[in-house]
């Protein structure tokens, strides 16, 4: 077990670029969960999925931002037309509904610097 | 809805020396109440999780908190820290109840500051 992991893990990009992340969580997870973390602050949610059925998105998650999980295993997270607000990590993390209480695994995250 | 008050953003200890990290929850229903650790340039790592019963709650590296229902608390503490326990510590919260969200609401974070 390689716990979850998070490509690439920094990425430097100039504001209107698109990015775009993956994550692969633990191969027997069905549960995948995006959150940003800012500097200063804890992570916040952005999105969750159960196998290929995104089930809640945040009001955070904007028009620019989508993300994928199509195949029910790895994820993608999008952010088109970049901002300098959108500088921050992404994190990534797995569970598994078959768990008592679906502990979260998380993975070393993603630092997104938006020039 | 529910929400976390981590209000020391920094703690400054002595090695050896006791230590406390607050937090504080709001919600109308019973939660769940956990503790991670981010070490620099690393993703959170779960150091204890309290789901029922027993108050007082044991985690890794000698950790342990206790849930204080009527205080909404869930305070960290360990008795003797070392140098490898600097890092960030943030205490989260998330629904206990059948249809809750998945989401966990986090803290700011508490930085904790060992010094020799």
């Known amino acids: 077990d390689t716990g979850v992991s998070q490509d690439p893990r920094h990425k430097i990009t100039k504001r209107g670029q698109n990015v775009t992340f993956r994550c692969d969580p633990i191969?027997?997870?069905?549960?995948l969960y995006w959150y940003r973390q800012t500097l200063g602050q804890g992570p916040e949610f952005l999105t969750y999925?159960?196998?290929?059925?995104?089930?809640?998105k945040s009001r955070l998650l904007s028009d620019r931002f989508s993300a994928e999980r199509p195949k029910g295993s790895f994820s993608t997270l999008e952010i088109q037309r970049t901002e300098q607000g959108d500088s921050a990590m992404y994190l990534c993390?797995?569970?598994?509904?078959?768990?008592?209480?679906?502990?979260?695994?998380f993975g070393p995250g993603t630092r997104l610097t938006v020039l | 809805a529910q929400s976390v008050t981590q209000l020391d953003s920094q703690v400054p200890v002595f090695e050896e020396a006791p230590v406390e990290l607050r937090c504080n929850y709001s919600?109308?229903?019973?939660?769940?109440l956990f503790w991670y650790v981010q070490y620099p340039n690393q993703g959170l790592q779960l150091l204890l999780k309290y789901l029922s019963g027993s108050t007082l709650v044991k985690g890794i590296n000698g950790f342990e908190a206790e849930f204080n229902k009527s205080q909404t608390s869930f305070h960290l503490r360990k008795p003797s820290v070392h140098i490898s326990d600097t890092a960030e510590y943030f205490c989260a919260v998330r629904g206990a109840y059948g249809g809750a969200t998945n989401k966990l609401i986090f803290g700011t974070g508490t930085l904790l500051a060992v010094q020799p």
């Open positions: 999925f159960q196998n290929e059925a995104q089930l809640e």
């Open positions: 993390a797995s569970s598994s509904s078959g768990s008592s209480y679906n502990e979260q695994f």
């Open positions: 191969s027997e997870h069905n549960r």
């Open positions: 919600s109308s229903v019973s939660v769940y």
